[in-house]
């Protein structure tokens, strides 16, 4: 296997899995304590790569990619299973540091210091071997992300800096993740909540596990969506769906979400989200995706069962990556709007974020703190 090393990741070429150790540095001495670690107050317009790196520091979890280059497809997990796959501190790094990678990968992009992109800036690469089309957002444990992990929020961050750098970091990530020019699908398996809402609607698409639950729980919280959700729902379902979601916080079933747009697809009654999400790809991806179906099978990484075809058969005709590419950037430099709505969202949330609401909330038991279906 052909490999390519760098000083943080290790990229085999076939199955590419980029896994994270404890952080190679740390941006202050305040950070190597042992058992409490300290968040440090950073200024508001500090570099978003010492945001990225203070929030680094905070609670466990792990978000991995893993490119599949003989299906085309890269997958990202969340990973934190214990605490239903929400975010902490770490995993937000983690998941910056994907969409670096991924930003490398299909783009001629170096732009990778964080700033807030305004627009498309990305020019996609051209050649064979950047050959990834798609890429499926999902969660470990049959669950997809409870949104920000509340022990994190607890310990570390009420403070109005802990919120605006959270939804700082956050803003920026989504925001890339969701203009990268490859077709995105959210597999949403289980829960959606909060953030975990959020996150589904930064990708283009997303298929639904047919008992999955999806919940815009912020309005509980004291808060708005910190991780630029609302924004994007609105786009999404129309601004009364949104209004009506984002304000009753009524759980979403997965029929009630295909009902109104938010889902594209529900998994058929024996497939997984993620398997589902494998096979709405191929459509983008294979010129014929019927007949690809045995090779998708084979070689998928994430829910086909695969089949018994030779390993070695040559993968049926794709649609070249420039033009798929090419179409996402054109449907992405519809919305160069966007970028104002997303600055407001923001610091509406910041003005909220560890008011008198939002604490009264975050610090209810854990029983009384869950939204799960009565
Ligand atoms: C910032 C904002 C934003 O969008 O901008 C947010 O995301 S605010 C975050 C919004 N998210 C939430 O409020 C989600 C709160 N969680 C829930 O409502 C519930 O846990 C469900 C996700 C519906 C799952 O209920 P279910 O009864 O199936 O499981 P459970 O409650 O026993 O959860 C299993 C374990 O995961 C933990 N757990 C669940 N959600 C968590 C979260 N967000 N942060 C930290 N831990 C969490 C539980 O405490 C429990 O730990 P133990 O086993 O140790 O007891």
Redesign the pocket.
């Known amino acids: 296997m052909v490999a390519h090393r760098s000083a943080k990741y290790f990229i085999p070429m076939l199955h590419t899995r980029l896994t994270y150790s404890r952080p190679v540095f740390a941006i202050s001495r305040q950070y190597t304590t042992t058992k409490t670690t300290i968040f440090r107050e950073i200024p508001e317009d500090a570099p978003l790569r010492d945001v990225r790196e203070n929030l680094r520091q905070l609670g466990g979890g792990s978000v991995e990619l893993t490119m599949n280059h003989r299906t085309s497809i890269a997958y990202i997990l969340l990973n934190n299973p ?3 796959n ?2 902490s501190g770490k995993m937000m790094a983690e998941l910056a540091d994907i969409v670096d990678a991924l930003e490398k990968h299909v783009c001629d992009s170096e732009g990778v210091d964080g700033t807030t992109p305004e627009g498309v800036k990305a020019v996609v690469k051209t050649k064979e071997q950047e050959d990834i089309r798609g890429v499926i957002l999902h969660g470990a444990s049959e ?1 997809f992300c ?8 607890r310990s570390h961050m009420l403070s109005k800096a802990g ?1 605006q750098q ?2 700082r970091l ?1 803003h920026n990530t989504f925001t890339r993740f969701h203009n990268l020019p490859l077709v995105s699908v959210a597999a949403v398996e ?2 959606a ?6 996150a589904t609607t930064a990708c283009d698409f997303r298929v639904l596990h047919r008992d999955a ?1 999806v ?4 309005a ?2 004291g ?5 630029g ?1 609302a924004n994007r729902l609105t786009r999404l379902v129309g601004r009364r769906n949104a209004l009506r979601l984002l304000g009753t916080t009524e759980i979403l079933s997965a029929e009630q979400a295909l009902e109104i747009g938010f889902a594209d697809e529900i998994a058929s009654e024996d497939e997984s989200a993620l398997a589902s999400s494998e096979i709405f790809l191929s459509r983008f991806i294979f010129e014929d995706p019927e007949s690809a179906l045995p090779y998708l099978k084979q070689h998928s990484s994430g829910g086909l069962n695969s089949t018994t075809e030779d390993a070695s058969s040559p993968p049926p005709p794709m649609h070249a990556p420039e033009s798929l590419r090419g179409l996402k950037q054109c449907v992405i430099a519809t919305d160069l709007e966007g970028a104002k709505g997303l600055a407001e969202e923001r610091r509406v ?1 910041v003005s909220l ?1 560890g008011g008198p609401a939002n604490l009264a ?2 610090s209810r038991p ?1 029983s009384k ?5 009565k």
């Not at 909540?193 to 959020?198: F, M, R, S, T, V």
């Not at 808060?223 to 991780?227: R, T």
């Open positions: 214990s605490k239903k929400s975010f669950t409870a949104g920000f992990d509340l022990s994190v929020a919120g959270m939804s956050m289980g829960y909540i909060g953030g975990g809402a959020e639950l919940r815009f729980v912020h509980n919280m808060i708005v969506p910190g991780w959700g949330f974020w909330a975050v854990p703190s869950k939204h799960r279906k």
